[in-house]
Structure formats: structure tokens, C-alpha cells
């Protein structure tokens, strides 16, 4: 019998999750997959992914854990739990990598960077007793990539596949980790080699994983309309969800192919109305297309059938106490379909964080247990223009606002008024319901912490051991 894997996503410590309140939008996350995908034939995988299941804290000869800031608490006590029994772990991810030596703490190996080019080296180390403390893994090559082991993970997904067709992102938001992991590159796979993937997928629902398929000029609106008239021509029948760029809006035939592919809907990252704050979170590419452009993209992308889902962050300097109010009147305005609040975060490695640290306004230092804290529903710094608190309570407003049972109906209704497509107003009505029960439960739990007595509130100084493990 072969040795066994088990690759694990942890969850987060509250046990608050998409899945938990039934979200559209769960899908099985890529980077697991491609592992398992190069793990030898003789090795028998299992992956967990504790955000659609419990972890079961079964055997294995070797447990590999990813994390993103929010979970690597949760990865570093599952990976204690097995260590205690003499199991080997492994790390990676982008919390890993950017603060190996904390991380190295915990587990018996980190991996930094994309583990693909370092994985099957390091589980020969593993087979032959010499594992390593760290492997430094080089961004590969998106061509050839082996097909990923999505056929491993649960079927507790609302959207049962993820497929990847590009990594990175040109672009350089001051708190986006994304440009920070891969460096301002923009790597995209063969189309032939996606639409095979795809082609390979039983299920009808997929999500394109990138974290914008869709990059910025000419060039990728070709590709873009290469990949979905791909679709189209060999006759796939799918129905598809990604995150695109601001653009998205811009070419009628991108619009035209990407309904035509299956397309139900995009997450944009307007981040903002104003361009004050936009300014100060450096979102370039929104800027030079124009917050008064915003609108009218919204409506030519209904235009074709197509739902847009928004991204909206709280907090940056730019943002004084009438964001609130005015990010609502926004959303409605433009008539987006539903929309993700999220609060500033300073993640490791990201100039925010830099920024932050230095000025001495990170309220949740305590690492690494507190980065449970950095999951963008909680303020871990001090805003400038109002207090943690009144930033906590005044994103929870706008979604009190925006999706109670009555106005996530209307919204609906005008859903499908925009689009003629009842099954984009079917899932904006689930995923805002989904929303307001997701924050209600997150806004309890958080209460219920203020109110334990832990003081949470005051600036402490960054943990000198911070200092060390972040990586330049
Ligand atoms: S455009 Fe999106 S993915 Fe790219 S750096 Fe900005 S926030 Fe990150």
C-alpha cells in the first residue's frame, strides 16, 4: 500500500463560511489540485477542505496545509495536532510565504512561492527521510500544466469546478497581496489547453479561478473572446462565473461571446465610488477608467444577460463617515445584483501593511493568533477618519440595508428586469439572502468578543517577531 497524502484548506476559527450559510459562490479552491496532480501515482491523496467540511484529523504519512493570513492560525494548530503523533507536515500558500519563519514554527517544512516546481522533489526528500526545512518554488510555466485532481474534493460545492487560465495580475493595489505573491506579472495558459480542461468537466457550473481573466488591453480582449467562442465552437454548454477587470464592460464582443459561452455573472472590484479613496488604495486602472463611467459599465453588461456582483472596501484614508451611506446609495444606484463589503486589511507582504506598521496603527498584533482577525470582516488598524468600531458597525449597516428579505426581493425583481435573465435574479436574491445571514452570525460573533472583556481596541506595538519572519 501507497504512503498517504492529506492536503488540507484549512477553515477559519469561527467556523463562519460561505458554506455554512449556504452561499452560491463555494467552489474548490485550484492550488490543491494542481498538487495532488503531480503527486505520484503510488502516493493515495485525500483533500479536506474544512470550508465545506469537517477536518477529520485522520491517518496519513505526510499532511501538506495552504493558507491565506485569515486561516493560518487554523493551519498551524491542525498541523500541531498532527505533529503531536509524529506526523510530518508542509506548508505553503501565500501567508507562508511571506512570513516563512513564523510559519516554520509550526510545521516541519515551508514551502515559498508556487510549490508545483518544488513538490515532487520535496516528497522524494520526504520517501528518502531528509525533508527540508524550506523550498523556495519559481513561478512556472502556465503551459503543459498537468490536469487538476478537482475529482478529490467533496461535492459540497454550490459551483463543483475551478478552472484556471491565468495567474497574477498586472495591475498594483496597495492592499492587494495577489501582485505582491506573483510579482506585476500576468502569466496565461494555451486557450486549447483550457478548453480541453473544460471540455474534460461533467458538471454544467464552472468558475474560471483567475483573479481576472479578463486583463487590460487589446491583446486580452482578443484572447478573452478566443477562449469563450472556444466554448461556443466546440458546443461546451457551460455556465460560468469569474472575476473580471473594470474593462469588462468596455468591448461589445467580449459581452456578446462571453454570453454566448455560458457567462452568469462577474465579480468586479469597484472598490469604491469616490476617487479620493481609490486614490489612496493607488487602484489605478479604476481611476484612469472613471468613477462617472462606473454606472453605465453596470448597465451595458445587463445589457447582454450578464449579473454583476461588486466589490466594495471600507476604511482607507480616503473614506470619512458618510462611506457608508454613500457606498449603499451607490450599489443601488447602479443597480448592481448583489456585492461583498469588505473592510481594509493590511495584509503581510502588501505595502498597506508596510504602511500601517510603520505609522503604528495595526490594533491586532498578537500573531500569530490574531491574524484569525484578518479576514476583511474585522478592523485591524485604526482608520483615520472614525473609529474601528464605527467601521465594523457601519459595514454591517450596509448590508443590513442592502440585503433584508424585503429589498433583496426588489433588488431581484430588478435583476431580471435588467437582464431578461431570471436565473442571474435567482442567484443575486441567494447570495445577498446569503450575505445578511453570513454577517449577522459574523457581527454576533464579533460583539460577543468585544464584549468578553478582550481588549482588542488599543495600538500595540508590532510584535518584535514580526519584523523578523516578514520576507523583503
Ligand atoms: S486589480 Fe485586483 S487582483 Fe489586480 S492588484 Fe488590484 S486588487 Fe489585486
Redesign the pocket.
Known sequence: MGKKLLLVNPGNEDKLNAASVGLFFTFPPPGLAYLAALTPSDWDIRIIDENVEPMTFEDADLVGLTAMTSNAHRAYQISGQYRQRGIKTVMGGIHASFLPDEAIRFVDSVVLGEAESVWKGLLRDFENNRLQSFYRGERVSLENLPRPRNDLYSHRYRIPASVQTSRG?????E?????AFNGRTYRQRPVGEVLDEIEGLERRELFFSD??ILSYGKKAEERAIQLFRGMVDRGLNKHWVS?V?IDFGNNPEVLRWAKKSGCLGVFI?F?SSSEESLQHMQ?A?NLRFGVSRFKETVKRIHSYGIGVHGAFICGSDGDKKDVFQRTTQFILDAQIDSATITILTPLPGTRLYDKMKSEGRLLRTNYPQDWNCYDTTQAVFMPKHMTPDELEEGVYQIYQDLTSRATSLRRAWNSFIQTKNPAVAVIAYSLNRGLNSFVARKYEWVMKERSSGVEHRQVLHPAEDIEKCLVK
Open positions: 495580475c498586472p495591475m498594483d493595489c492592499f492587494c497581496s495577489v501582485t483573479d481576472n472575476q477587470g472590484g472598490e487602484k486602472r
